[in-house]
């Protein structure tokens, strides 16, 4: 009897003995916590992984969708370089899917957007307990995307430097009138010595040059595709010489109406001319200095026919509303689409241009300086080969129903 009763009092200290309990816990759960760590690790290395492969496949597309953009036809070439660059090839277990237009999702009748579809098989840890194989995907699909930048400026030049040049204090304070330069070069597009741009500036290349106090408001878009608005406008049959007119100085006023004017347009020493609505064809030369006054306010085109340089300064003004309508709609002055590339018209010397309308001249450099100045509330576009302002020059800008054609920039968004 006293023995049992030992044994029931030792059994009951061991019920009641909570001495190495955590661990005994400790080597039973041991196993499970581990196996969640490993897998908790093993999860991120997958995010990772998905991470950079997302990266791989925006590349991808981006740069298929860019030599779409450029009229090229190897996108996908582009696409799975740019892919491999990020670190997924086939060497390295990765498939690379390209598609023109996309096969899935809201694109699928883009013709100029590109898919990108990445895959690769990950390696199994812990993992392999409970899956028998992994596999990473990614997708991308980038396309072109209309701008919503505003631009009263444009440089055509597709590689030269300097295509937009702003230079001394040079300004376009309106956030409406924004600088932009098809140039491809680095320095296609440059803002130096306290020159300010307050609104959208886009350039060709992937970048540009700002120096020495230079300043730019907005954010740059790169490798953007600018259209020439002007570009279908065409120079008709010139019609006969015209007898009116063509010259004068101190303080004469001369009226005029639509012509070709072979001898040219001289005006100076406070003359005063007034033309009636239309088309004027400019040959050999057109000069307003020393304060003369053009007013041509009704719907006017003034096209310089030739390979001269016009020749507006010394506080000559300009009043000049280009026509709403027909083919030359927005222009106020169109340079020949054929004009020596050499030439650059200049506007300069305490120029007022009061101008609703483009200054076109699509083969040749346009130069605004010496304190050129445009009426705040005027509407002035420049486009040409190359715009150049230097010197305090300002060009404020409100094309609101102006009939001027918009300048609108292609870029590239990814999309999905």
């Known amino acids: 009897m006293g023995r049992r009763a030992g044994v029931i009092r030792f059994l009951a200290r061991l019920r009641d003995d909570r001495r190495g309990v955590v661990a005994v816990i400790l080597a039973l759960t041991l196993p499970i916590v581990i196996g969640m ?17 997302q990266t791989a496949a925006d590349a991808g597309a981006l740069s298929g969708a860019r030599e779409i953009m450029d009229g090229l036809t190897d996108y996908k070439a582009a696409a799975v370089y740019d892919a491999q660059r990020n670190g997924y090839s086939t060497a390295s277990g990765a498939t690379v899917t390209v598609y023109n237009p996309p096969i899935s999702g809201a694109y699928t009748g883009d013709s100029n957007a590109v898919e990108v579809d990445i895959s690769q098989p990950q390696g199994l840890l812990f993992s392999r307990l409970f899956l ?16 919503n930048g505003q631009y009263c400026v444009l440089g055509l030049d597709t590689s030269a430097p300097d295509t937009v040049y702003l230079n001394n204090n040079a300004t376009l304070p309106n ?18 010595n306290n020159a300010h741009i307050s609104g959208a500036v886009g350039v060709g290349g992937s970048s540009y040059y700002m120096g020495n106090n230079g300043e730019i408001d907005s954010p740059v878009t790169t490798h953007a595709v600018f259209d020439d608005p002007y570009a279908a406008v065409t120079t008709p049959t010139l019609p006969s010489c015209t007898g009116q007119t063509s010259s004068g100085k101190n303080n004469v006023t001369i009226n005029l109406t639509p012509g070709n004017f072979c001898s040219g347009l001289n005006f100076s020493n406070n003359a005063t001319v007034n033309m009636a609505p239309g088309t004027y064809y400019v040959q050999n030369q057109f000069s307003f ?24 300064g010394n506080n000559a003004v300009m009043n000049i509303t280009a026509p709403t309508s027909g083919n030359y709609q927005g222009l106020a002055f169109c340079g020949d689409r054929n004009g020596d590339s050499s030439v650059t018209q200049v506007f300069s010397n305490n120029a007022v241009l009061n101008i609703t ?26 486009i040409g080969r190359r715009v ?11 094309c609101s129903g102006s009939g001027t054609r918009p300048i609108t920039n292609m870029s590239l968004a990814l999309v999905e």
């Open 37 to 53: 760590v490993s897998l908790g690790v093993e999860t991120g290395l997958w995010f990772a992984a998905r991470r950079a492969m």
């Open 132 to 147: 028998g194989s992994l596999t990473v995907h990614a997708r991308a699909v980038a396309t072109q995307a209309q701008g």
């Open 175 to 192: 956030a409406n009138c924004g600088a932009a330069s098809r140039s491809t070069d680095p320095n296609g597009l440059v803002v130096d």
């Open 289 to 312: 200095q020393n304060n003369a006054v053009l007013n041509a306010t009704s719907g006017v085109t003034i096209v310089v026919v030739g390979n001269y340089a016009i020749d507006v």
């Open 357 to 382: 309308g483009a200054v076109y001249f699509p083969n040749q450099a346009v130069e605004m300086d010496n304190n050129g100045t445009s009426n705040a509330n005027g509407c002035v576009q420049v």
């Open 388 to 398: 150049i302002f230097n010197n305090n020059a300002n060009l404020p800008n409100n």
